[in-house]
Each structure stands twice: as structure tokens, then as C-alpha cells.
């Protein structure tokens, strides 16, 4: 007596496991804001990496979890407005909250603290309601003055406020992104 044996062929929609994360963009919280919605100058990425570059100068989201993140242009986009005070980009984690202004300068950190602290004040209605506010300023360099000055010193105490911090590089800085 002969025996057939039938082989079933695996293919690959057989090992896909179903997406069983947050969607992207979310319905609710801070990413889901009317303002940012089917608009040109924001992405929803789940990226491994998020970088934001101008000039020479990048910083660069390391999103290991491949969450949902919210990826603003600020200047020229969403807030395109003629007056300068306006940070670059805005970045925020949609599963938690937490939103980072990003600043791409030169040399004068002063300055650049005062577009983020202007670019929170107008983006208020979207960002109040934040876990955690953070600032990023990636510089060509950084003079020592500067980092003292009474924006940086307003801008550091208003992260601290919101549970953030503010960080200023040079050239390029990537950092991870976290719980």
C-alpha cells in the first residue's frame, strides 16, 4: 500500500503577525489635533530613525519601539507666518504625549531659545496638554555667553515645569526614544 504525502507550502502572509499597536495617527491625544490633520508639513511615522536636518545640522529621533511619531514642520509650515520667531520642527511620541521643538542654528543659542519659547506659546492649543514638553537646539557651535542667557535659563525652567529638558548640541545629535 502506497501512502501520498501532501506538503502545504508556507507562504509569507502566513507568519505576519496582526498590528496590535496604537494606530498611526492616533484618535485621540495630542497627535489627533484637528490643526495637524491630512496636512502637507506633518508626518505620522513609525520610522526606526527620525531625523530632522537644515544646513549641516541634524538631530535625530532613535524611535527602537517604531512608535507612532508626529513629525511637524513648524517654520513654513505649520506656522506660516512672516514673523522669525518660530522653532523648526516639533516632534512628538502620539502613545504618550510627550512633544520635542527641535531648533536648527548657527551659533546664537539665545535666539533659538526664544523661537522655541515663542513656537510654544503659539502652539499652546496643541501642546497644553503634553506629559512632557522638551527642547532640542543643534548648533554650529555654541559660544559659552550664551548658555546662561535669560532665554536659555526661561526656556530651561519652562521644559522643567512641563517634566522635559533642554539640550543644546553641536552638528549632530541623535537620542533615544524611550518610555
Given at each position: 500500500m502506497k501512502s501520498t504525502i501532501r506538503l502545504h507550502l508556507l507562504n509569507r502572509?502566513?507568519?505576519?503577525?496582526?498590528?496590535?499597536?496604537?494606530?498611526?495617527?492616533?484618535?485621540?491625544?495630542?497627535?489627533?489635533h484637528p490643526r495637524l490633520q491630512g496636512k502637507p508639513y506633518v508626518e505620522f511615522l513609525r520610522d526606526r530613525l527620525i531625523p530632522v536636518e537644515e544646513k549641516a545640522k541634524k538631530y535625530t529621533l532613535d524611535n527602537t519601539e517604531e512608535e507612532c511619531i508626529a513629525k511637524i514642520k513648524v517654520d513654513k509650515g505649520l506656522l506660516n507666518t512672516a514673523s522669525g520667531k518660530k522653532a523648526d520642527y516639533l516632534l512628538i511620541r502620539c502613545e504618550h504625549d510627550i512633544a520635542y521643538f527641535v531648533e536648527l542654528k548657527g551659533c546664537d543659542v539665545a535666539k533659538a531659545c526664544e523661537q522655541i519659547l515663542s513656537t510654544i506659546d503659539l502652539l499652546q492649543n496643541i501642546v497644553g496638554s503634553a506629559q512632557s514638553i522638551n527642547a532640542r537646539i543643534v548648533c554650529s557651535r555654541v559660544s559659552t555667553p550664551d548658555i546662561r542667557s535669560s532665554p536659555y535659563i526661561r526656556l530651561e525652567k519652562h521644559c522643567k515645569t512641563k517634566n522635559g529638558t533642554l539640550l543644546v548640541r553641536t552638528r549632530q545629535y541623535s537620542e533615544p526614544c524611550n518610555g
Open positions: 502572509d502566513d507568519f505576519i503577525m496582526p498590528d496590535i499597536r496604537h494606530p498611526c495617527p492616533p484618535a485621540s491625544g495630542l497627535c489627533a
